[in-house]
């Protein structure tokens, strides 16, 4: 199988006859469509339909003109889609999502598993928490990393007890190699370990390696992100025949080397 993972600027551009010549250059026997935006960066909110939804549109598109509906595709989904949840979240659970973000996700997801009753080939890894050292630096782990390595004496934080169900990027990545390479065709599939973890815990880590001391100014207002998400991975076990594997003491000690 070749696989091929286009580039958001040539997915998100004009012009389609670019996207065309590209599939037509390298035929792919399956295409990871990883293209996506996870803040919009004071641009406003319309970037993050544009660089959600429209990149897998066109991709359909071109694929419709080439005459290559049968092509595999995997695009990257959002945990953020499923909204505020309580319990872990298997694939047949509703999507309530409360962010632009998490909506843009979603509607790529329904457009996306909509095709396939028009005979394409789409399918949804919908991402949980995935962390390391090339994350948004405002994001956890890394914002708590950066801080305590830098010397700040107070952190200042959100509510630490909402459990998330984090994985590296490498765990992450091998995931979505190894269904792109069994040729997983299932629709819609969490990528995620099923284990929780809590900020609070993160952090403990993070000052039982470097060894520092800091006062935690944890503000208890609710915020957007006060939920548990945390997945099921079944139907991702059963597809690649093992569990996903995190370690927070090996991905803080990572974080910490790259801070």
């Known amino acids: ?34 293209s996506g935006l996870s803040h919009h960066r004071g641009q406003g909110l ?39 949840t309580d319990q872990p979240a298997a ?17 790529q997801t ?17 991402l949980f928490n995935v962390v390391g050292p090339g994350m948004n630096p405002t994001q956890v782990p890394r914002c708590f990393v950066d801080a305590v390595v830098r010397g700040d004496s107070v952190l200042k934080t959100g509510a ?22 069994g040729g997983w065709s299932g629709g819609l ?3 995620c370990t099923g284990r929780g973890t809590t ?16 006062t935690i100014d944890e503000r208890r207002a609710a915020a957007a992100g006060d939920y548990h998400s945390v997945g099921v991975p079944a139907v991702l076990e059963a597809a690649l025949g093992r569990p996903l594997l995190w370690s927070p003491e090996a991905c803080i000690r990572e974080l910490i080397a790259h801070a």
């Open 1 to 34: 199988m070749r696989a091929i993972a286009a580039p958001s600027g040539v997915l998100r551009q004009d012009d389609p006859g670019l996207i065309d010549d590209l599939l037509r250059a390298q035929p792919p026997g399956a295409i990871i469509q990883a």
């Open 46 to 84: 319309h970037e993050l339909y544009e660089g959600n939804v429209m990149p897998t549109v066109r991709l359909a598109s071109a694929l419709e003109r080439i005459g290559r509906r049968d092509v595999t595709v995997y695009v990257l989904g959002s945990a953020a889609e499923l909204g505020r």
């Open 91 to 107: 694939e047949t659970d509703a999507c309530q999502p409360h962010t632009d973000y998490g909506r843009s996700k979603w509607f």
């Open 110 to 126: 329904l457009f996306a598993l909509a095709k396939n009753r028009d005979g394409f080939r789409f399918n949804v890894l919908r």
């Open 160 to 181: 630490l007890d909402y459990e998330r169900d984090y994985m590296t990027v490498e765990t992450a990545a091998g995931a979505i190699a190894s269904l792109a390479a």
């Open 189 to 191: 599939v969490h990528l």
């Open 199 to 214: 900020a609070r815990a993160l952090i403990e880590e993070i000052l039982r390696q470097t060894g520092r001391a800091v």
